[in-house]
């Protein structure tokens, strides 16, 4: 049995099954569009779209909300899910992604890592993917790479919401005997399965079985980490296992898990409880809407070649903190530049639309977060391309600008990157210290004529620096401007890496050019 939660919670939940995880398993009545609803599609870190799974909307759970950490310097990204009406839910993901994050850290020397190529990273990101009345699913998959290794692996937590249980995949089945016999149904699968592969699937281990979830048809799916069968990762392994062999198999917890699963509403009856949602008070404020219509930038006479230029830049949002972000901006009259990841644009196209009618600019920052030089060009493209499309619905045009996650660029992402590679002079280090007054001083004391400075929108202590930071940085003369204001009349050329703009001429140095002529 899943063991009980540390304390108990009241829980609101919508009654609504889990969508169509797996929609081309089975086929439902045509019936009226449902409202606009966020559906992040999960791919594989390898660019094979054989096999994948659709991530359900956050919207589904009121109060539940993705929270993005990063540490820039070692190449780790990390999105986890929070419930504020669920402390224990959320407690079992800080500690799923604190331990993963330990365990990389004490795996990579990190004094070393900088010769490493491709550099060693880290990024995990949960997606949910069941809710029912009594039953919730967070996939979690976790890209490392090492030394000695690379790879994503893959874990689902399941909770008991009617009995505040967490349980893993043992729990889904019975008995020791029930689990044994599922072992040996998953080794008969790979057994039949004609992919070579390298070990042996008898020595199945419990930690390869991780991920198990339930297609509509009620077979059971282990989705297997990437290097399980080898020591060469060859990208995720799907084995199905048949309903009718899991059946017995099966706990009263895992029995409920399939059901939430497996009892798909017909487009009708979804459309009609979600319109009924839909006129329900959100918890959450960042709540997706409907992109009502395309907005235009704002345009303004800016030559930064003859005046003291600084862009603020934030990235990894639109995030939960990027609405008051945007205040302070307005309020200060501080255009600044916004680099966004796929999923949290699609999440607040809201936003997205309030940055560029606010006279800000979009960059794009991937959709996954991946340090780019370790993917192929097929893949940089699609992880620029996808956050591309989103951007794209939201504001009717793509991101003109990319900056790569980490900063991490070399000649192949930039031939694929086709538009401008914008770095920074000025790192603030607000996702290290987290701390108000250092990003002040980092932002106002370090920067120059020309300079770009990289903050994060995701956290409270960089929003709650910007007022201070454009009033300091006005006090040195400096006018804020967006990243494509500050390069100007230079222009910006694609496949070109940037770090800084223009340094404005004085009116000696004019002077003295005329008089060399």
Request: some cysteine; aromatic content about 4%.
């Amino acid at each position: 049995m899943p063991h009980a939660f540390a304390r108990k919670s009241p829980l609101t939940l919508w009654g609504i099954v889990s969508l169509l995880l797996l929609t081309s398993c089975a086929s439902v009545a045509k019936a009226p569009s449902p409202p606009p609803l966020v559906q992040e599609e999960a791919a594989s870190e390898t660019g094979n779209d054989q096999h994948h799974f659709n991530s359900l909307p956050l919207i589904l759970m009121p109060g539940l909300e993705a929270v993005v950490l990063s540490d820039e310097h070692r190449h780790i990204f990390t999105k986890h899910l929070e419930v504020s009406s669920n402390p224990e839910i959320t407690e079992a993901q800080r500690a799923l992604v604190a331990a993963k994050t330990s365990s990389f850290k004490t795996s990579v020397d990190t004094e070393a890592r900088i010769a490493v190529t491709p550099r060693a990273e880290l990024n995990v990101r949960s997606h949910l993917v069941a809710i029912s009345e009594n039953i919730m699913g967070i996939r979690v998959d976790s890209f490392a790479s090492t030394d000695t290794s690379s790879g994503t692996s893959y874990q689902t937590q399941w909770f008991d919401l009617k009995h505040h249980a967490e349980g893993t995949t043992r729990d889904l089945f019975d008995t020791d005997a029930n689990w044994v016999t599922f072992k040996k149904l998953v080794t008969r699968e790979l057994n039949n399965d004609p992919q070579p592969h390298t070990g042996s699937p008898l020595l199945l281990k419990n930690a390869w079985l991780d991920s198990v979830i339930f297609d509509l048809r009620g077979n059971a799916l282990v989705q297997l980490d990437d290097d399980a069968l080898s020591t060469e990762a060859r990208g995720p392994r799907i084995v199905s296992v048949k309903a009718e062999d899991v059946t017995d198999l099966l706990s009263n917890f895992g029995t409920s898990v399939r059901s939430a699963l497996t009892s798909p509403r017909t487009l009708s009856r979804l459309h009609s409880q979600l319109s009924t949602a839909a006129k329900v008070p959100q918890a959450n404020p960042a709540a997706p809407q409907a992109p009502e219509r395309k907005v235009a930038p704002k345009r303004r006479s800016i030559d930064c070649s003859t005046q003291k230029c600084v862009a603020l830049t934030f990235d990894d949002g639109p995030g939960p903190k990027t609405a008051r972000l945007l205040d302070h901006l307005k309020a200060g009259n501080a255009p600044s530049t916004f680099f966004v990841t796929g999923p949290n644009a699609k999440l607040r196209p809201h936003i997205l639309q309030r940055i560029v009618s606010e006279g800000h600019q979009i960059g794009n920052h991937t959709w996954n977060h991946r340090s780019l030089p370790s993917l192929s060009p097929a893949q940089i493209r699609r992880e620029i391309d996808r956050t591309d499309t989103v951007i794209t619905e939201a504001v009717g045009s793509p991101a003109a600008l990319l900056r790569p996650p980490y900063g991490a660029r070399n000649s192949a992402v930039d031939r694929a990157a086709k538009a401008p590679v914008i770095l920074w002079d000025v790192d603030t280090l607000d996702w290290k210290h987290r701390n108000t007054t250092k990003v002040v001083k980092a932002a106002v004391q370090q920067s120059t004529a020309g300079s770009i400075v990289l903050m994060h929108d995701i956290h409270s202590s960089t929003v709650d620096a910007i007022p201070a930071v454009i009033s300091g940085l006005r006090a040195k003369g400096y006018t804020l401007v967006t990243v494509g204001e500050l390069m100007g009349r230079t222009g910006l050329l694609p496949g070109e890496t940037y770090s800084s703009g223009p340094h404005p001429v004085t009116k000696a140095a004019h002077k003295a050019g005329k008089d060399r002529r």
